[in-house]
T-cell receptor, first 113, second 113 residues
């Protein structure tokens, strides 16, 4: 069965420092992977996705993610964090039937000034 | 474009009452879905639809009904509300096919007393 794990409930970084939000996955076949962000009292917003091709995927708001097949990971990264990046981040994988996204439990990112 | 519109944003029900959460999208998306978000559990799929007249169950369908009479609308019905259905509900849509990103509504916060 497909699954996604986000091992950290919370990540704290100082503004200007690089940030990483971790995600590992378990799927049968080729993974289709996504990152979403949720600001307080809002719906989820798409950040980026990996379908195939280059292992480094660039997305919205300066975020990028690195796909690592051998480690079954898809970590979200940003070279320089902003206070406005503080939010809840979800990693997701498409299920094998292609009918749903399976979400991780989410990681709260807190960026301090 | 309004995107995905959910109503109501907030609702309080008593145990045993029924209600319908409305969802409408104006992007002509074939695929629509309902998720519930609970603290520490991420998002879980309730029901989904791949087109008008076609619906199917997700991970947590019990206690909920859906129908899809038009491409635009995908209402979620709670037949007899229970406290366990206290949650934030999100409607999401995307184009046909499995690799496109989901577009989310702003959410409906439901409390069942």
């Amino acid at each position: 069965a497909q699954s996604v794990a986000q091992p950290e409930d919370q990540v704290n970084v100082a503004e200007g420092n690089p940030l990483t939000v971790k995600c590992t996955y378990s799927v049968s076949g080729n993974p289709y992977l996504f990152w979403y962000v949720q600001y307080p009292n809002r719906g989820l917003q798409f950040l980026l996705k990996y379908i195939t091709g280059d292992n480094l995927v660039k997305g919205s708001y300066g975020f990028e993610a690195e796909f690592n097949k051998s480690q079954t990971s898809f970590h979200l990264k940003k070279p320089s964090a902003l206070v406005s990046d503080s939010a809840l981040y979800f990693c997701a994988v498409r299920d094998q039937a292609g009918t749903a996204l399976i979400f991780g439990k989410g990681t709260t990112l807190s960026v301090s000034s | 474009n309004a995107g995905v519109t959910q109503t109501p944003k907030f609702q309080v029900l008593k145990t045993g009452q029924s209600m319908t959460l409305q969802c409408a999208q104006d992007m002509n998306h074939e695929y629509m879905s309902w998720y519930r978000q609970d603290p520490g559990m991420g998002l879980r799929l309730i029901h989904y639809s791949v087109g008008a007249g076609i619906t199917d169950q997700g991970e947590v369908p019990n206690g909920y009904n859906v129908s899809r009479s038009t491409t635009e609308d995908f209402p979620l019905r709670l037949l007899s509300a229970a406290p366990s259905q206290t949650s934030v509900y999100f409607c999401a849509s995307r184009e046909a096919g499995g690799t496109g990103e989901l577009f989310f509504g702003e959410g409906s916060r439901l409390t069942v007393l």
